[in-house]
């Protein structure tokens, strides 16, 4: 089981622009360093080869992308309304992954996002 394919809505379109994005102060990504976020919006950017065009959104290829390890049986995103339920769900009917974006996205997980030391919350005493 995958919790959170969408790395905190970063891959969804929610986030599409990093200058608009301000988060409650009782959202958990608020107490995050801004490197996390600025981080996070550079792996955005090298992912989004996955969408557009092709006929599916960053969110769906996600989630076909997590599904797409042979161990993953299902993935649980984060759903607030029925607009993400109805573009989730629909990740099985748009044009899946072709084998160079998974090779790629499998090479970019494994060599660039894994490998980097993620930015932990900021503490307060």
Request: glycine share 4%.
């Amino acid at each position: 089981l995958a919790r959170v394919p969408h790395a905190s809505e970063i891959l969804t379109d929610q986030f599409a622009d990093q200058a608009t994005v301000e988060f409650d102060p009782s959202d958990h990504r608020a107490h995050r360093k801004q490197e996390w976020l600025d981080r996070a919006f550079h792996k955005r950017g090298l992912v989004l080869f996955v969408a557009g065009e092709t006929g599916r959104t960053l969110a769906q290829a996600a989630i076909q992308f997590a599904l797409a390890e042979p161990s993953i049986a299902a993935v649980l995103p984060n759903i607030v309304n029925a607009g993400q339920l109805r573009e989730y769900a629909a990740a099985t009917e748009v044009p899946p992954l072709a084998e160079d974006e998974l090779a790629e996205l499998t090479r970019l997980y494994d060599e660039e996002f894994a490998a980097l030391e993620e930015i932990q919350p900021q503490r307060t005493a």
